[in-house]
């Protein structure tokens, strides 16, 4: 799943859409728009559906000018200048909101002062909600997908995999947790190492591309070597294909 697909889910999910219906009810009984009390609870309602929409919609609005605009600062100059835009974005909303629901309802308005603090307490809510999704997309993105090979290694297995060794009619699968050793054929265990990309060097290994660290070179010979300081042989038939993929 694409990372921005996770993130229309994390805002969408069925959780939060089910959490969404109970809640705004509850919301709009227990908290009038601006402790104003007498006003209908449809009226109050209207005023807290509209609010989680202007909500969305700024964070949106925030997400696509800052994070997707301005790659090359840092991360506090990012979250500030997100934390930023919401304020601009969302505390007039929420002032025209007012206006509109209170004079609809033949109430008096609430000040400009009155809906500035409202609507800084209101944003600072969203940046907390937005940095809290973040960190969990990150943590989600950092995540390597275990490929299915996995599933013949030790059930306690959370490393990363190196590599693999044709051993007589087995293969060694090498890894940060140390060399397992399954009956298989070479040909199968390459398949289960999908989606991990890698590239055969022999007739006899096959690496995984984020294990390789740099080249070598000896007596005419290429080698690969490996984040654990292996090296791995590059034979004649497979050094076109690892120039051209550009690993070599």
Request: with cysteine.
């Amino acid at each position: 799943m694409t990372s921005k697909a996770k993130a229309i889910q994390n805002v969408f999910g069925p959780q939060r859409v089910v959490a969404g219906l109970v809640f705004l009810p509850l919301l709009a009984y227990a908290f009038p728009p601006f402790l104003v009390s007498d006003l209908p609870f449809g009226l109050r309602l209207l005023f807290w559906a509209s609010v989680m929409m202007l909500a969305l919609t700024a964070t949106w609005i925030a997400r696509k000018l800052v994070h997707e605009n301005a790659v090359s600062q840092g991360l506090l100059a990012r979250e500030m200048a997100f934390a930023g835009v919401i304020l601009a974005l969302f505390t007039p909303a929420l002032w025209v909101l007012a206006w509109a629901l209170f004079t609809f309802s033949g109430q008096m308005s609430p000040g400009a002062q009155t809906v500035a603090v409202h609507g800084v307490l209101l944003a600072t809510g969203l940046v907390l909600v937005h940095r809290s999704d973040l960190s969990t997309l990150r943590t989600d993105e950092h995540m390597p997908e275990m490929p299915r090979i996995a599933r013949r290694l030790p059930a306690s297995f959370n490393g990363q995999i190196y590599r693999l060794t044709v051993k007589d009619h087995s293969v060694d699968v090498v890894t940060s947790e140390g060399t397992f050793t399954i009956r298989s054929r070479f040909t199968d265990a390459i398949d289960e190492m999908e989606p991990v990309p890698g590239h055969c060097s022999h007739r006899s290994h096959w690496v995984t591309d984020a294990a390789i660290v740099g080249v070598e070179r000896e007596d005419n010979k290429t080698y690969l070597r490996l984040i654990n300081g292996d090296l791995i042989p590059v034979s004649r038939k497979y050094r076109p294909m690892l120039e051209a993929d550009g690993v070599i």
